[in-house]
Structure formats: C-alpha cells, structure tokens
C-alpha cells in the first residue's frame, strides 16, 4: 500500500466499532493538553482524493444534525444517551491564515470540498461506530425527503463500500423514513477541530475548541460557499470548554492517562447534538 492507503484503512478501522470515552477541558488547559498530545501521537490529516496539500493547516467542522419537526431523534437521545442512533452530516474545512498578505478575499483562506459526509452513527454504552456516506451538497433534500440515490452519490461512495455501495446509501434511506415525518436540518455547531491519530489506527483523539451553536441558514442546501462560521449568522450559544474525545480498539496507554489527570479532564456525557438543539428552542422561546 501507499502511505495515502495505510492513512485509509487505518480512517477506516477508527470509524468501526470503537470505544469512546468524552472529557471537558477548562480552557486554559488547551494549550498545555494540545501541546502534550503533539508530542506523543502525530496530528491526523485527510489525504485522501481532493485533499489539501497547503501546510499549517487550521481544520474546521462544521456538523449538521437532523431531526424531525416533532424532535425524535432529540427526545430518544435524552430517554437513553448511552443506546441510540444519530443522524449527522459533516462540513470540513482548512483556514491558512497564513496566507492572508496575499489573499484579495478572505474565502482565498480557506480550503474545502463541496461535499456533506453524512454519518448514522449508534453508540451502544461505550461502543460506537457510524455509517459513513458522502452526499453533494445539492442532493439532501431529495435524499431525506423522497430517498432519491443518484449515480453520482453512489460514485462517491465506491472507495470505502465498492459494490455496496448503492445498499449503504438505501440502508440510510431507509432510517431516515422510519418516521413519519421528514428528517430535516434541526441545528448547526462549528467548532475548531485538533485531531492526533496513531499509524495503526488503534488510537485517536480529538480536541474541538471554539464551539458555537447556529440556526440552520435559510440557503444552507444552496449554497456553493463553505459553512464557516463567518457566514452562519449569530450563535445562539457556545461553550468555552475544549471537548475531547478519545477513541481506541485497545486499552488506553498509560502516559494518556496520566496526561488526562495532569489536565483535569473530566468524564462527561456531552452530546453536541442535545447541546445545540436544547440552545436553539431556548433561544426561539426567549425571543418570542
């Protein structure tokens, strides 16, 4: 294998059936854990097709969460947060700020691909894993609201299912209409992302800084612009807390876990999805 193929399957066994464990970070504990964890494991960077070869990359999510009109999803996830599934779609995306004596628009600092990765992901007390799919950006609405699949989507999808390709995509389908109302944007979270991953792909851990909770945008499916944050409108709410995640097949090491005492980590059950969702109805409710 090529070393883009090694990084591949390692993403690959990191997105199966993991254990996953979430702490809070204060945030002036960043900086200290950040500079700690580059030291031990080496940062995590897509190379996939289309991927970004600028260095000094800053990476940025931008991750949409869907409901039904009635809350489903929301209200299943706070009756029991340990066994549930979650749909989700992720916006990536590179800021160099580096590059701003030459840029003429403030978009030049910016580096991402047109596409939505939308992930079913379940969690089964500490078990975790998702079913991952890429979608063009266009073709949501269709897919959630009629489980239109177009050639195209099922083209994106032949890298990591081959021939099941076109099944993948209706096994999501098929979640997204078991209720009897459409799924549909519910929230937005962009945050700043830090991600360190082992070669073996055994290990990962993310630390996402920065987080803040938007009102999906009117044009959201429309747009050709990638969802950063300046284009969002104003945040509903936030939080100063670095979340961390840490993903293994294996038992933790144990300079992890020493590292995660000498920052005072703190286990908590934080789901960006309830965080967000309970924001936004609050802020509607304080508005009117």
């Known amino acids: 294998m090529n070393p883009a193929q090694v990084a591949g399957e390692a993403d690959r066994r990191m997105t199966s059936e993991r254990d996953e464990a979430k702490y809070l970070i204060a945030p002036e504990t960043i900086k200290a854990f950040a500079a700690a964890m580059s030291q031990r494991l080496p940062h995590h960077r897509f190379t996939g097709e289309g991927a970004n070869k600028l260095p000094r990359p800053r990476h940025f999510v931008t991750t949409i969460y869907f409901d039904t009109r009635s809350r489903h999803q929301y209200r299943r996830a706070l009756k029991d947060s340990q066994h549930n599934l979650k749909m989700r779609a992720k916006e990536y995306y590179d800021l160099h700020p580096h590059l701003a004596e030459l840029a003429t628009d403030p ?22 894993g998702k079913r991952r799919i890429g979608i063009p950006k266009h073709d949501v609405p269709a897919f959630f609201g009629e489980g239109i699949i177009t050639s195209q989507m099922v083209d994106l999808q032949r890298p990591a299912y081959g021939a099941d390709s076109e ?23 962009n945050y700043r992302r830090m991600p360190w991953q082992d070669d073996e792909g055994v290990l990962r851990v993310t630390l996402d800084v920065g987080l803040e909770f938007y009102l999906p945008p009117a044009d959201l499916w429309q747009r050709r612009q990638p969802l950063i944050r300046e284009t969002l409108g104003r945040a509903v709410r936030g939080t100063p807390c670095g979340v961390l995640e840490v993903k293994t097949r294996g038992a ?11 920052v005072d980590a703190r286990p908590a059950a934080f789901s960006k999805f309830e965080e967000a969702s309970r924001a936004i109805r609050e802020g509607l409710c304080a508005d009117t």
Do not use: H, N
């Open 167 to 189: 099944l993948v995509l209706r096994e999501i389908a098929a979640y997204c209409g078991r209720y009897d109302e459409p799924m549909q944007a519910d929230c937005l979270v």
């Open 107 to 128: 978009l030049q600092l910016v580096r991402f691909q047109p596409v939505l990765w939308l992930e079913l992901k379940f969690r089964d007390g500490t078990k975790t």
């Open 252 to 262: 933790l090491p144990a300079w992890l876990t020493d590292l995660l005492v000498a």
